[in-house]
């Protein structure tokens, strides 16, 4: 059974910076996809961020240069790194992990997922 465990949310004041970390177990090897998706208030999920198997990384146009996805396979772990936050960054943030997918912004591609941690950023 996979399973997907959040943490590291919180609440920051705009330009400040929070880092993500989704530990996954339940997986035999390394070889799965995993994103980032977030969930504003009132509004529906969107992908931010993935990476694959081999440590490439993709990125929502919305926060490119602000985010960074990264990946420790010993420990199972990925993390996400954010700065420069702004108001608009405020969700619920859920990894997500499946073997393939495609494209990987699109949540229905996504067997497994988190319960999410919260993140909140203030003007």
């Known amino acids: 059974q996979v399973r997907l465990v959040e943490s590291g949310g919180g609440s920051v004041q705009a330009g400040g910076s929070l880092k993500l970390s989704c530990a996954a177990s339940?997986?035999?090897?390394?070889?799965?996809?995993i994103a980032w998706f977030r969930q504003p208030p009132g509004k529906g999920r969107e992908g931010v961020a993935g990476?694959?198997?081999?440590?490439?990384?993709s990125y929502a146009d919305s926060v490119k240069g602000r985010f960074t996805i990264s990946k420790d396979n010993s420990e199972n772990t990925v993390y996400l790194e954010m700065n420069g936050l702004e108001p608009e960054d405020t969700a619920m943030y859920y990894c997500?992990?499946?073997?393939?997918?495609?494209?990987?912004?699109?949540?229905?591609?996504?067997?497994?997922w988190g319960q999410g941690t919260q993140v909140t950023v203030s003007s």
């Open positions: 990476i694959d198997r081999s440590g490439e990384a």
């Open positions: 339940g997986y035999s090897d390394n070889r799965y996809y």
């Open positions: 997500a992990s499946d073997v393939w997918v495609d494209p990987w912004y699109e949540e229905s591609e996504y067997m497994y």
